[in-house]
């Protein structure tokens, strides 16, 4: 696991609204046949899909046909919930993160989450939530002034270090709905993860809000994975290089964004897109 | 349709009955919320009228005077009151607290529900058999009796308190919060200390300082356990004097300087559990507050 870490470049400065897709398409994770279980309800039914590195892949799909399950169950967090289980790999850089002796919690700290409403810690500073991810293990903690330039390099990389850089001290509780998700989103990149796992990151914000994040996203592109689940298609559309579709549990398609909204092979995607239901 | 079918007349009559009946329930209402606090006030006015003019600084200063002789304070008292009180915190409250998250982050457990009744049962025991229990575990064994059993008496009553309110408090921090430790890469033990327990901390630091107030107040445990102590002793294997205990004694005997001193002493424990309450009241507004305020 550490070699990811390491192998990591340091935040990019991305030269935004470069459009097309980075040339490489190595995948970084590999979902093979892959089964989410609660209790006797599979809520991801044999879904087989890779993830381009460095690229944004979008998952959509109606209300409750388990893109949120699947995101969950690429980095371990599925299982968290009781009688929950999962059946089939997932390859991070070739290794199964359900293999015997993978550590979930290591598996935790590589891959970062972003949830649908913001999660910012109410008793930690907005310095402290942004360090939050790099005291999670109690071996190989940074020095503090390590970990102050990290803060700095996570907050100015989701945007937010010019609006908090004076008040890094002041309760995280005190900033506003979509600064408080640009939080969330400097806290997950401060380890530097190599994933990045978004759970309809936009879906309690305002349009401006929502458009600062879908920047963020942009300039992610290239040197993280991001994979975006959301209900929204417009935003598919505009932050994402694939898109897969997924119905009642099933990935029905998967391919380019441009190509899958306009060209969809399978009937069903294109009932969704076109809004005949969902 | 409907309206236009009633005569017009009883309709305005049945609006003023309305609101006749409206003003009268709130009166009701609002004289049992004065009843309700009458107690507590009249309480306070006469303790303040009996026992004020006893306090002074011998009071908390020097010890009881021999029957016949005037003046004289409780020290021993309060000193053991402070004492019962801290064996008693430093047993419910880990007890308590850990217990409570237990039955918060494993609430369906077969465990957890047991414990949760078990829990109830021991809330509603009459304290008295808590007393029982530590004369029966701490005295009857050593052969006398000792501020540990008091202590101990003390702290059993507590445990409950504290890991009903602990679990009430844990289940208040939302499950986001926890999964957002969770997909940082958090055990689940520091997910559960550092971030739930973290979070829920004022709270259970109010309800933690309302079983202390509660506990600070108890009498019927510490008669065959503490069981009095009419001299300076602050160890915690004899006896130990406590102000509800002195103030049982003063108050039964038949002498006038130790009814005003069982005033004061009344005086004083009540001043304690309002400032305890108080205090409690502060650390919930206080400002860094998780899910408390």
């Known amino acids: 696991m550490t070699d990811v870490v390491t192998r990591l470049k340091p935040p990019p400065v991305v030269q935004a609204s470069t459009r097309e897709a980075p040339h490489e398409s190595r995948p970084r994770i590999v979902v093979r046949n892959l089964d989410a279980l609660f209790g006797t309800h599979r809520a991801v ?34 299982e968290t919930v009781p009688l929950a289980r999962v059946n089939g790999e997932v390859l991070l850089d070739g290794k199964d993160l359900y293999a015997r002796g993978v550590n979930p919690i290591e598996v935790r700290r590589h891959i970062g989450v972003v949830f649908q409403r913001p999660t910012p810690f109410p008793t930690m500073s907005i310095r402290d939530n942004v360090a939050a991810g790099l005291r999670a293990g109690t071996r190989d903690r940074p020095s503090r002034k390590r970990e102050d330039e990290i803060v700095e390099e996570s907050l100015r990389w989701a945007g937010l270090w010019e609006e908090v850089r004076d008040r890094l001290r002041d309760s995280a509780t005190a900033l506003s709905g979509g600064q408080q998700q640009r939080l969330c989103i400097a806290r997950a990149l401060a380890t530097r993860p190599s994933v990045i796992l978004l759970d309809e990151p936009t879906a309690s914000l305002d349009p401006l809000s929502t458009q600062k994040v879908e920047e963020l996203v942009h300039t992610l592109r290239g040197s993280v994975t991001v994979i975006i689940v959301t209900h929204n298609m417009q935003q598919a559309a505009r932050v994402s290089d694939r898109t897969a579709f997924m119905l009642l549990g099933e990935l029905v398609e998967t391919g380019p964004t441009t190509g899958l909204f306009t060209t969809p092979r399978d009937s069903r995607t294109e009932d969704y897109i076109t809004g005949r239901f969902g | 349709m409907i309206s236009r079918a009633r005569p017009p007349v009883p309709r305005r009559r049945s609006v003023a009955r309305r609101r006749a009946t409206n003003v009268v329930m709130i009166a009701l209402m609002a004289l049992a919320a004065v009843f309700a606090t009458l107690p507590l006030i009249l309480l306070l006015i006469h303790l303040l009228r009996e026992g004020a003019s006893s306090i002074d600084l011998a009071f908390f200063t020097q010890m009881p005077k021999p029957v016949g002789e005037t003046g004289g304070g409780m020290a021993n008292a309060i000193v053991g009151t402070l004492i019962l009180v801290s064996i008693a915190a430093s047993i419910g409250l880990p007890v308590g607290m850990g217990a409570g998250l237990y039955l918060a982050e494993q609430r369906g457990a077969r465990l957890a529900t047991s414990v949760r009744f078990l829990s109830d049962v021991l809330n509603g025991m009459p304290s008295i058999v808590m007393g029982i229990f530590a004369w029966h575990f701490l005295v009857r064994p050593v052969g006398h009796f000792s501020a540990l059993a008091g202590g101990v008496a003390l702290g059993a009553m507590m445990i409950p308190l504290v890991t009903r309110a602990t679990e009430e408090m844990v289940r208040t921090v939302p499950t986001a919060l926890r999964e957002a430790a969770l997909a940082l890469g958090y055990p689940r033990w520091r997910t559960s200390v550092a971030i739930v327990l973290r979070t829920a901390l004022p ?70 559990v309002l400032v305890i309450s108080l205090l409690a009241r502060f650390v919930t507004r206080s400002k860094h507050g998780g899910v408390g305020d």
């Open chain 1, 45 to 78: 039914r044999d879904v087989t899909i890779d993830f381009p590195d460095g690229q944004v892949t979008a998952i959509i799909g109606p209300s409750g046909c388990g893109k949120s399950t699947l995101l969950r169950c690429l980095n371990r967090m599925h």
């Open chain 2, 203 to 272: 709270g259970i630091v109010t309800a933690a300082l309302v079983a202390i107030a509660r506990i600070a107040g108890e009498t019927a445990p510490l008669l065959f356990t503490a069981f009095g102590n009419h001299f300076w002793s602050t160890s915690i294997d004899q006896p130990i004097a406590s102000l509800p205990h002195q103030i049982y004694t003063y108050a039964k005997s038949p002498y006038d300087d130790w009814h005003r001193l069982a005033w004061a002493g009344a005086l004083v424990l009540i001043a304690l």
